[in-house]
């Protein structure tokens, strides 16, 4: 067969849920965390991890083993460093928010009114730091800042940067249609390339877009001029649709609303494949790669037998299965996952012969079955019969010099005894238990137990096993 | 004709008795009809065909022992035979033949060590049916 229709027709609906689960946890880990450093760091903890399988596949011991020591404490230095975003994170999501819902990147920006707001400021030659962050976190690199929460208006940028506000002194972030922090201090830049008249305002705001993908407007307090730094650029905005333009692309609203839209649909579907990809490739990695063969010896477990029906014998009591899979599984699964079941439903009376398949064991998913032995099992079956039979005494030992024993009873002198057909066969006599001659001094009466041999030959109705012997014990004459 | 009705009479009777008596006599006689086992016993020793030291059990050391067994009544030549069972497993089988109208015989085993435990002796009759049981053990 080919090899690719036969590595398709192995795939097992267990499989697929495997990856498409495992692939959906990715996709919505993804989906929290997008935009904060937490995602970043994760996509390099699995950078490492690719690069430690690489050194495992070609056999690099010592630095496998390191990596395997960074990968580990990277992953515990990582919940310590990023506990508070982690924690802001999921503190600010519920249920539905966690597992279904994609949460917008932020709401609509009113570039008009902030566009108003930056000329209006310019106008009134009142300085001002407007940061409008992109994907990235701003945590790391802004420090200080009051909360504010208010919506975007040109009053509001106006009455923020008012030198007779407390908090005119700072930047101004501005996520969605509100000004989420005020008095924020940005990083200043050390570049020397900027010109002289740039004050410490674009400085910082310079310093800010170096560190981060934020776009930063400066209103310059002096020359009341329009600054858009990003990255490395600094842009003099002269004109208001230049700035509307530049905060429409920054924002993902440039020109037409459903852009944004779409290239959010499309970023989402990226991550949606490349988790998809990512679990497909581990799942493989698992599941199919290194294929190994072992041997497993598990006990046969007999069901369904007819109640009234006995196994009297069983060719064998274990069976040895061959079995393969990806070593993660043969490495990892537990002996009394498998199981071997024989149904002796149809079983007869008499002897049986069973040919054991595939159907009779059970093993975990992702395991193969390869061969079992012995492939057959004789399994012999009887239904139990009852039968009288004579009783009598176990004499052993010797009676005092002198002494014989003339004569002896038993009652009762037969019993009624039930068991398999062939035990039955076999037995003509039910003997006591022994009694000892050197024990007895004259003629008399005591009570002893039956000797039920085989043990699955068992006393009917209403049969005691105690009887009662009598006996005559005369002297000889010589 | 009253002779004649009960000459007819008598001849349907005997016609109708007389395949009972027929079949009685073809079939399988009672034990009583071809002799009348007087005495079966075991014992270690005959002496003028008579047994002595009667018992049930018998040391090892007695050596040997023997089935006694005696019979009336016995209507013409048969035999009986003498089965010897140690634990349920056939021994030894004597075929002895006894005479009319009275007679006695036995059969006789040799213990050997081996030959310690529960042991009987089933006589059976010519006609392979059992007559008498007799049980007993082999000590030390």
């Known amino acids: ?478 | 004709m009253r002779n004649r009705r009960t000459i007819c009479v008598a001849i349907l009777v005997w016609l109708w008795v007389a395949p009972i008596g027929h079949a009685a006599d073809s079939g399988p006689a009672s034990p009583e009809k071809l002799f009348r086992l007087t005495r079966a016993v075991m014992c270690e020793t005959i002496e003028g065909y008579e047994p002595n030291f009667e018992a049930v059990a018998f040391s090892i050391n007695a050596g040997r022992i023997s089935c006694y067994t005696a019979f009336e009544e016995v209507m013409a030549t048969t035999f009986v035979s003498h089965k010897w069972y140690r634990h349920d497993e056939l021994v030894s089988a004597k075929r002895l033949t006894i005479k009319s109208p009275k007679w006695a015989t036995y059969s006789s085993i040799q213990l050997r060590e081996a030959d310690k435990g529960p042991w009987r002796v089933e006589i059976w009759d010519a006609r392979n049916r059992i007559i008498k049981v007799l049980r007993f053990s082999v000590t030390d």
């Not at chain 1, 932020?106 to 106008?123: K, N, Q």
């Not at chain 1, 407390?166 to 000004?179: M, N, S």
């Not at chain 1, 046969?300 to 079995?323: F, G």
Request: charge should be positive; aromatic fraction near 6%; hydrophobic fraction near 45%.
């Open chain 1, 1 to 478: 067969m080919n090899p690719l229709l036969s590595f398709l027709a192995s795939i097992r609906w267990q499989d697929i849920v495997d990856v498409v689960f495992n692939s959906y946890i990715l996709f919505r880990l993804y989906v929290i965390f997008r935009g904060t450093n937490v995602i970043r760091v994760l996509a390099g903890l699995a950078l490492l991890w690719v690069f430690q399988r690489m050194t495992v596949a070609l056999g690099l011991i010592v630095t496998s083993w390191a990596m395997q020591g960074i990968i580990t404490g990277a992953a515990l230095i990582i919940i310590i460093v990023f506990r508070n975003e982690i924690r802001n994170v999921l503190q600010a999501k519920n249920l539905r928010a966690l597992l279904w819902g994609v949460p917008q990147k932020s709401s609509r920006t009113p570039i008009d009114a902030l566009v108003e707001g930056v000329y209006e400021l310019a106008r009134k030659r009142i300085g001002a730091l407007i940061v409008l962050p992109g994907k990235e976190g701003l945590e790391d690199a802004i420090q200080g800042g009051t909360p504010w929460g208010g919506l975007v208006s040109k009053e509001m940028l106006v009455s923020i940067f008012w030198n007779g506000n407390p908090v005119h002194d700072g930047a101004a972030v501005i996520q969605g249609d509100r000004v989420t922090s005020v008095g924020a201090i940005l990083p200043l830049s050390t570049r020397d390339d900027l010109p002289q008249y740039y004050g410490t305002r674009h400085r910082a705001a310079a310093g800010l877009a170096e560190r981060t993908d934020a776009l930063v407007i400066v209103v310059s307090e002096e020359r009341c001029k329009v600054v858009a730094v990003q990255n490395d650029t600094v842009t003099r905005v002269d004109d208001n649709l230049r700035l509307r333009q530049l905060l429409a692309d920054h924002l993902g609203l440039g020109g037409q609303d459903t852009a944004g839209v779409r290239r959010e649909r499309r970023e989402l579907l990226v991550a949606a494949v490349i988790s998809v990809l990512c679990m497909g490739s581990i799942w493989f990695s698992f599941a199919k790669g290194m294929e190994t063969l072992t041997s497993i010896e598990v006990p046969l477990e007999y069901m369904n037998r007819d109640a009234k029906m006995q196994i009297v014998s069983t060719s064998v009591n274990t069976v040895r299965l061959h079995l393969s899979g990806s070593s993660a599984l043969i490495n990892t699964f537990r002996p009394d996952q498998v199981k071997a079941k024989l149904d002796l439903s149809k079983a007869i009376d008499g002897q049986n012969v069973f040919t054991l398949t595939a159907a009779n064991i059970v093993v975990p998913p992702g395991l193969r079955l390869n061969r079992i032995e012995p492939p057959e099992v004789q399994v012999s079956l009887d239904l139990p019969q009852s039968k009288h039979l004579p009783v009598q005494v176990n004499w052993v030992g010797t009676l005092p010099a002198g002494l014989i024993l003339e004569s002896a009873t038993v009652i009762p002198d037969q019993v009624m005894v039930a068991g398999p057909q062939r035990a039955l066969d076999q037995i003509a006599t039910l003997y006591t238990e022994k009694i000892n001659l050197s024990e007895l001094q004259g003629s008399g009466r005591l009570t002893v137990k039956l000797a039920l041999n085989p043990a699955d030959v068992k006393l009917a109705g209403d049969f005691k096993r105690e009887v009662q012997v009598s006996y005559t014990i005369g002297k000889r004459k010589e």
